[in-house]
């Protein structure tokens, strides 16, 4: 049996429903992703922060173990 234009339009009506439900979800998620995104990308300027801040450190440190070395008295 065929449906009716009236039961057609009724199951494009839910099915138009469930689909702006499904997109709202996803719309939810792609915000969640994109601040899970800037953070990660946050972390990774501080990592490479400190990263050079303790490449500073170590350079100083072995110029002063370097000079330590040469003034010390044999």
Same mark, same amino acid.
């Given at each position: 049996?065929?449906? =009716?234009?009236? +039961?057609? !339009? =009724? ?5 138009? &429903?469930?689909? %702006?439900?499904?997109? %709202? /979800?996803?719309? #939810?998620?792609?915000?969640?992703? =994109? +601040?899970?995104? @800037?953070? !990660?990308?946050?972390?990774? *300027? +501080? !990592?490479?922060? *400190? $990263?050079? #801040? =303790? #490449? %500073?450190? @170590? +350079? /100083?440190?072995?110029? %002063? @173990? &370097?000079? $330590?070395? *040469?003034?010390?008295?044999?």
């Amino acid at each position: 049996m065929a449906e =009716t234009v009236n +039961e057609r !339009t =009724t199951r494009l009506e839910y099915l138009m &429903g469930v689909l %702006a439900e499904k997109q %709202a /979800k996803l719309d #939810d998620v792609l915000v969640v992703l =994109t +601040e899970a995104q @800037i953070k !990660t990308e946050e972390r990774f *300027r +501080e !990592t490479d922060q *400190r $990263f050079r #801040d =303790t #490449d %500073a450190r @170590i +350079e /100083k440190l072995v110029v %002063a @173990i &370097g000079e $330590f070395l *040469r003034n010390k008295p044999q």
